[in-house]
């Protein structure tokens, strides 16, 4: 049976970020509020807790998984990055994008796309996660929240907490955060290719 946390969209209780951030460390899958849509997280390094969401959203090994980082300094741990790079992220963070970027050998190889060794990189403008990736103090492995049968991500926590309270160990209510996922940007070569338009703007990467 999954937890059920109800923290403030606006000023995060600290008490229960620390016991949320807990949870993720000891190999927990949290539900957490994002800037585009809910989304399923883990800690980077935990391949239990990534099996589990693979199952959750029955995700095969192709499926590009995403870090989401506290800003841009934690991006050049994980991603191998040129200034031209760097300038569209710094433009375009923290917001509702999600990039794809060339993986340095931090990134777990269970985390990588197995054949173009990239990984999915994103810094959300919600306080709630970067309240919880600063108590972490690393990023956090992490996929929408969208159904295997369903068209959208699920939005009400209380709806999130039915379906998945025996599968996930606590679900964050932040209120509502929309249901338009990321818009998804291949930055790994040299001309940016939007691979899903979403909630984020496409135009600064219409070449």
């Known amino acids: 049976m999954s937890q059920f946390f109800q923290i403030h969209p606006e000023n995060p209780q600290a008490r229960l970020i620390r016991q949320a951030t807990d949870i993720i460390r000891a190999g927990g899958v949290v ?40 800003d841009l300094s934690d991006i050049a741990n994980y991603a191998r990055v040129d200034n031209t790079v760097y300038r569209r992220l710094k433009a375009s963070t923290p917001g509702p994008y999600t990039f794809i970027l ?18 999915g990189l994103r810094i959300p403008d919600n306080i709630i996660a970067m309240a919880l990736l ?19 991500p699920l939005i009400d926590p209380y709806d999130i907490r ?32 939007v691979l899903r338009a979403g909630k984020g703007d496409v135009a600064p990467f219409d070449s």
């Open 31 to 70: 539900v957490y509020p994002t800037d585009s849509a809910y989304a399923l997280g883990c800690h980077i390094g935990d391949k239990a807790a990534l099996d589990r969401i693979r199952r959750i959203r029955r995700l095969d090994d192709r499926h590009n998984f995403t870090l989401v980082c506290r």
């Open 134 to 152: 600063a108590d972490l103090g690393e990023p956090m492995m992490s996929v929408t929240l969208i159904m295997p049968d369903d068209e959208f």
């Open 102 to 119: 060339r993986a340095t050998s931090e990134v777990p190889r269970r985390l990588m796309h197995p054949k173009r060794k990239t990984v």
């Open 162 to 193: 039915e379906v998945l309270e025996h599968d996930v160990d606590l679900v964050i209510d932040g209120g509502y955060c929309g249901l338009e996922p990321t818009t998804v940007v291949d930055l790994a070569d040299e001309v940016p290719i």
